[in-house]
């Protein structure tokens, strides 16, 4: 099954840093999603967006959904060691189709 | 609360016996859904339901087993036919219209031993 392309694979920033990771797709979607794993659980949802153009904050966070629909970026200002973990894109087509996962960003804090 | 329930968290099994993972969920969701997870790796899709008694593979369905009798439950059996079987498991529900995401239980990692 198709996985959306996520960028970078991994990160090794300081705290207070600010952090950005893309992800693109060949096909388009009307709807991009962004989660975040903690090590050893479930991944949690972070961010919805539902309209090309759109750019959502949660927090720190601020994701966008690409002009083309095929591609969203998150982005993380003045990073936290809680910001640890694997932070995962996923689109959708149609409301009743499932989800597809990119392949996954690692940020590691650096003491 | 609402939620999705996976257990055990940690479950150890010898070689050539089928182990079944449990997954509940309160959230009256109908779809359901099995991902493995490997270590540095993304999440590829096992199987998923979206209506009781009905279930389709995903990418990585062989050595695996389904079943969706009740609504709340879709437990995902490990078989002895699955080479590779340590890994991650993460179960997920949705609404059928999955554009609000999905809701990942706590997985369960599989050590054969």
């Known amino acids: 099954g198709q996985q959306l392309n996520q960028s970078p694979q991994s990160m090794f920033i300081q705290e207070g840093e600010d952090v950005s990771m893309n992800c693109t797709s060949s096909?388009?979607?009307?709807?991009w999603l962004w989660y975040k794993q903690d090590p050893g659980e479930g991944p949690v949802l972070l961010i919805a967006?539902?309209?090309?153009?759109e750019l959502t904050s949660n927090g720190r966070l601020t994701a966008q959904f690409g002009i083309t629909r095929k591609d969203s970026f998150l982005n993380i200002s003045a990073s936290i060691p809680s910001d640890v973990g694997i932070y995962f894109c996923?689109?959708?087509?149609?409301?009743?189709?499932?989800?597809?996962f990119g392949t996954g960003t690692r940020l590691t804090i650096i003491p | 609360d609402g939620g999705i329930t996976q257990s055990p968290k940690y479950l150890f099994r010898k070689e050539g016996q089928n182990v079944t993972l449990s997954c509940e969920q309160n959230l009256n969701h109908d779809a359901m859904y099995w991902y493995r997870q490997d270590p540095g790796q993304g999440l590829r899709l096992i199987y998923y339901s979206q209506i009781v008694n009905d279930f389709q593979k995903g990418d990585i369905a062989e050595g695996y087993s389904v079943s969706r009798e009740k609504k709340e439950s879709f437990p995902l059996t490990v078989t002895s036919a699955q080479k590779n079987p340590t890994a991650f498991y993460l179960c997920?529900?949705?609404?059928?219209?999955?554009?609000?995401?999905?809701?990942f239980g706590s997985g369960t990692r599989l050590t054969v031993v």
């Open positions: 996923a689109g959708q087509y149609f409301g009743n189709e499932k989800l597809t």
């Open positions: 967006l539902y309209k090309a153009g």
């Open positions: 997920a529900s949705s609404p059928v219209e999955a554009n609000y995401g999905y809701t």
């Open positions: 096909s388009i979607f009307n709807t």
